[in-house]
Structures are given as structure tokens and as C-alpha cells.
């Protein structure tokens, strides 16, 4: 299970009238510092039109709840929360009630208990449905996320259900405003909203599958060569990897071939666009090479190690390293991809990028349920912590020798789980513990090129289905730009 209250923003633009008449008449937006970030959302239809301004994306098979608060007789968004539609109509219910509690639990958690809703029902027509089908389909959920919120007594002000380009109300029949075939969705990009999102500086992805093939495993031709790497190369490099002193080798290998790769991409000409980027990418690597770093990266220190390219002009090759890797955990070696995905979480996460980040721990965790050092940054991100701390962690661990922990800390270098221990713990998760002098040493020796500890941040989910995961929180968004996170929400998410 999963959560996101995908928001690439706070939420002090987005104003809504409380309590507004069928004919949705609003207020306009007070006067006061900021003003060129508020917008006046008056209707159903601009409603609708703000759902991938407030999370960053277009939501698929969506179920996403947007909390209110009173400003001078307005509603403005709090926290925001997405879940992924359950397939049974048996689950709704849980599902309404665990996302309805998450979200309103963590908005008191921060000291802004929500005093209104929005809901929002997104999904696409199945074989033989319309758009009006999936509507009336999804009424009793719609109906379940009212009931949970009305017994916390907070109303849902509008339910939305949007479907095959059109939206329809849940909360209002009258056919002047809301008929029975539905209102189409505008062009994108071409509303009030759209523009002052652009003013903002805030952009709106595709959808969160979008996000996610760029980090899922390849299953072409290429996938059966780089299985056969990766079974040539584990017959020698695990053996290693379990020995004191192949330990301390194999990690030297590891980053010095992670650095020669990463200064490989750096120097790589610019493509145009995404899927083209992954392409270059992929033929940047070779199957051996990858083969290697994906099992050097299994050892906890060497990860711990890596983890310390996370700013400055290193952030962002090892960010696209760390997606590679994570296609190339191909068939039976899908839980190797836990590690890169978990440092192309952390990278995108200190450079700003809330949600790759938390899509990446999600699908981390998706790979390895038990993997401590996602877990722990999946949670710190859901709730809005800052990264600066483990940066700081990090960069005094490059600066000093250190990594996260030793063997005896973990069940040994090559274990796959991590224990949880109540215990003084690193960046990772890890228990500090004294390392041996060869270790240490060896760890001094690879220190190679230092973080632009100076520099600042390089730029500014769901995992697998059946994840369990810490509650997430909003992002920044259009409206209190630079302001606090507000809330967080359990929830369950599907892929």
C-alpha cells in the first residue's frame, strides 16, 4: 500500500467559496501579498480543470481527495491525497474509509484539521462502457467517501467522477450546470488555472505510468542478454562479495565503474525527449557493466557510498544511472532492483522532485518490502521532512570514512532484508557502528570526486500493488509557493 497526496505545491492559490450555490458563484480572491498566485476555482467545470494542477499529473484510475480550510470565508486547499481505485467494489469501503482517516490524520498531525472536501473519481471507460457507465458505476464509492467524511464531520462540498474527457457531478442535478451526458473537459493548458500555473513556474506531467516505465524492468531481447550477464557475473561476484576482503575489492570496483559511467552520460549529446533519453542511456551501458554495479550494489555500505552522488552537477547522471540499473533488473532478479531504485528515489528527492522520488521508494519497496533504507525515506518524504539532514549525514560520512553500518548490524553484506532495530540509525537506516581499520580504509580511498556540497539542490507513487509503506505528504503547489507541507494520507495504490 501506497499513498500520495501528489502535490507539486502548498496549497494557498487554488480558492474556492465555501459553501457555494448550485450555481457555483464566487468570491473573488482577497487582496494581499501573493495575489498573482490565487485563483478563484468558481465551478465544477474549474474544478475538474485544477486536479493535475494540484498533483503535479494526470491521474489514472484515481481516487484523489483535496482538503479544505477557511481563510476569510474561503476555502483553500490543504493536503492532498490519491488512491488507487480497488478493482472489487467490496473494497471500496476500506479504501474510502483508510483514505478519508489517513488524509484528515495527518492534516491534524500539522495543526490543519481539514474543514471541507473535494473528491475526485477518475478512470477511463472499460471494453463496451462510456464515460457516463463508469459514473454511474462508481456512484456508491463516491457516495462511501461522503459518508466517512460526513462521520468525521467535514462535508464533501463536490464529488467529481472524470472519464473519457468529461466530468459529471455527484453533488448537483441541475441540468443548467451539471446535465446527466456530462460537461467536456477543456483543452489543457488553455484555462485561468493553466496560466497561472505556468506563472508559478509549476509544471504538469503526464500520468504516473508515464513515470514509472522510465524505472520498470525491460522486457524486450535485450532483457534475456542482460539475464545471462547477470547469471555469469553473480558466479564470481558473490562469492567475493561474502569474503572480508573481496567485500572491501568489489566495492572499490563498483563506485569507480558507477563514476566511469556517470562522466559517460554526463558526456553524452542531449536527445529530444523522454523515451529517447532512456534509449541513450541504455546504449551507454553495457550488460556486463550493469551486471556488475546491480550486484556491487546489494552490499549496504557500497549503497550507502553511492548514495552520496545526490547534488550538484553528479545528481544528475547518477539519477539516470540509477533508472538504468533499475530496467536492467531483469526476470528472476527483480529484487535487485531495490537498491538503484532506492538511490534514484533519494537522488530525485534531494534535488527537489518529490514525486519521481516517491514513485521510485514506492516501486523499491514494490521490489522489496523489507527493504529499510526505502521504508525510512519513503516515510521522511511523505512527511515532508527535509532532505538537508540526510544530506548533511551523507557528505559527513564521504568527509570522515564512514558508511551506514557494518555487517554485524545487518545480518551480513549480502542479505537482501534489512532489519528494523530500535537504535541509533544513519542516512540509510542502518546502525552506526565502529568499521574495522581495512574497511575504513578502503572506503578512503574511493572518495573520489566530493559533493558541490555548496551548490544547493540540482532541480526541482505508486509502487507495486500490495506495497506497504509510511503515509506521504503533499508537495509544493500552485498557490502557497515555498510554503509547508500540510498533510499526509495513508492509502492503498495499485500499478
Known sequence: MTNHSETPGSSENGDISQAAP??????????????????????????????????????????????????????????????????SPDDWAGAAGQLVHGLVTGSERRG?????????????????????????RLRPLAQKLRVECGALDIPVVEALCI??????????????????????????????????????????????????????????????????ALDATAATLVSRILDADGRAEVAEETLESAERIMRRLAEAPCVSGVPAEDLRDDRLLGHDEAAALILGLQDRTTRDRAAAWMEGDEAAPALRLWRALARRCVGPY??????????????????????EAREALAMALGADPDY????????ACNEGLDPESIRRCLREGR????????????????????????????????????RSPATSRAVRRSRG???????????????????????????????????????????????
Open 163 to 228: 472519464s473519457e474527457g468529461r466530468f459529471w457531478s455527484y453533488c448537483c442535478d441541475a441540468e443548467a450546470c451539471c446535465p446527466a451526458e456530462g460537461l467536456p473537459m477543456g483543452p489543457p493548458g488553455t484555462s485561468v488555472l493553466a496560466a497561472a500555473a505556468t506563472y508559478a513556474g509549476i509544471q504538469v506531467r503526464g500520468s504516473l505510468s508515464e513515470l514509472r516505465v522510465r524505472m520498470l524492468p525491460r522486457e524486450d531481447a535485450v532483457a534475456v542478454e542482460q539475464a545471462a
Open 399 to 434: 568527509e570522515g570514512g564512514e558508511g551506514a553500518a557494518d555487517d554485524d548490524a545487518r545480518g551480513g553484506p549480502f542479505t537482501g532484508r534489512e532489519p528494523v532495530r530500535p537504535s541509533t540509525v544513519s542516512a540509510s537506516g542502518d546502525r552506526r557502528r565502529t
Open 112 to 136: 490543519v484539521r481539514p474543514e471541507q472536501m473535494v473528491a475526485y473519481l477518475c478512470q477511463e471507460p472499460g471494453r463496451g462502457e462510456t464515460g457516463r457507465d463508469v459514473m454511474e
Open 334 to 355: 527483480g529484487e535487485h532492483a531495490a537498491a538503484p531504485l532506492t538511490l534514484a528515489g533519494w537522488v530525485a528527492w534531494s534535488a527537489g522532485d518529490e514525486l
Open 22 to 87: 448550485p450555481d457555483r458563484a464566487h468570491r473573488t480572491p482577497h487582496a494581499g501579498p501573493g495575489d498573482e498566485h490565487q485563483v478563484t476555482l468558481r465551478t465544477p467545470a474549474e474544478l475538474a480543470d485544477a486536479l493535475p494542477y494540484l498533483l503535479g499529473y494526470r491521474p489514472e484510475d484515481s481516487i484523489v481527495l483535496a482538503a479544505l480550510r477557511d481563510r476569510d470565508g474561503r476555502g483553500r486547499f490543504g493536503g492532498r491525497a490519491r488512491l488507487g481505485i480497488p478493482a
Open 372 to 379: 529499510l533504507f526505502a521504508r525510512l525515506l519513503h516515510q
Open 449 to 495: 570526486r566530493r559533493p558541490q556540497a555548496g551548490r544547493g539542490r540540482a532541480g526541482q507513487s505508486t509502487g507495486a500493488k500490495g506495497v506497504a509503506s509510511a503515509p506521504e505528504t503533499g508537495g509544493r503547489g500552485l498557490g502557497d509557493v515555498g510554503g509547508p507541507h500540510e498533510s499526509a494520507a495513508s492509502s492503498t495504490s495499485h500499478t
